[in-house]
């Protein structure tokens, strides 16, 4: 079966611009989590999704950074006035089932690059 | 607060050497632990997990708890095993145990 898709997989950006990720989970997967990945520094938690519950969005580096997810399914991150050190890999995945042992599969994720 | 080190960035073998990724964790409680791996120009995907026990792609990993490690071995490395490896942490599940805290990673080239 199709794996967890984002969109685009390549964004280059202007400072100051707004962007849109995307990323659609695997069917069924209940749970959605987003990720960083930046040079040296390894994976960052950004945001988790879980049903209808309210997301985790502990890991939001600023207010910049939102979330959402429509459906339960779909899931966007929006970075807002963009700048240089939000250049990164986004990465999403999801889960079966929102527990700690539960297997995430990750997407290709979206490599930001900001000017 | 739950942490995971890998200590090193890099790490190079021959081809038919043993390997061991090293990871140390810090946790207060029984954590779930993971290796997951990254093969170039692949989606990051989960190797194995301690809690079963298994041996994948002849990697095995040991959770010790007396010294909070969960080194990931393999006697024999083999060029297709050249990858990005992360260790990841979480705890045993429910409430907010589930996110999974990632180290910084360790790139493993192995030559022939």
């Known amino acids: 079966g199709a794996g967890v898709s984002q969109s685009p997989s390549n964004k280059v950006t202007e400072k100051g611009k707004d962007v849109e990720l995307r990323c659609d989970p695997i069917s069924g997967h209940t749970a959605l989590y987003w990720y960083r990945q930046s040079l040296g520094q390894g994976l960052e938690f950004l945001i988790y999704?879980?049903?209808?519950?309210?997301?985790?969005k502990s890991g939001l580096p600023s207010d910049r950074f939102s979330a959402e997810r429509t459906g339960g399914s779909v899931s966007t991150l929006t970075i807002q006035r963009t700048q240089q050190e939000d250049s990164a890999v986004y990465l999403c995945?999801?889960?079966?089932?929102?527990?700690?042992?539960?297997?995430?599969?990750f997407g290709n994720g979206t490599r930001l690059t900001v000017t | 607060a739950q942490r995971v080190t890998q200590p090193e960035k890099l790490l190079s073998v021959f081809k038919g050497a043993p390997v061991e990724l090293k990871c140390n964790y810090s946790y207060s409680g029984s954590p779930e632990l993971f290796w997951y791996v990254q093969y170039s120009r692949q989606r990051l995907q989960l190797l194995l997990r301690h809690i079963s026990r298994e041996s994948i792609k002849g990697f095995t990993a040991d959770l010790n708890k007396g010294e909070t490690s969960f080194h990931l071995k393999k006697p024999f490395a083999q060029e297709e095993d050249s990858a990005m490896y992360y260790c990841?942490?979480?705890?045993?599940?429910?409430?907010?145990?589930?996110?999974?805290?990632f180290g910084k990673g360790t790139l493993l080239t192995v030559n022939p």
């Open positions: 990841a942490l979480s705890g045993p599940g429910g409430g907010s145990n589930y996110k999974l805290t």
């Open positions: 999704f879980q049903g209808n519950s309210a997301p985790d």
């Open positions: 995945a999801s889960s079966l089932v929102a527990r700690g042992n539960s297997p995430l599969h």
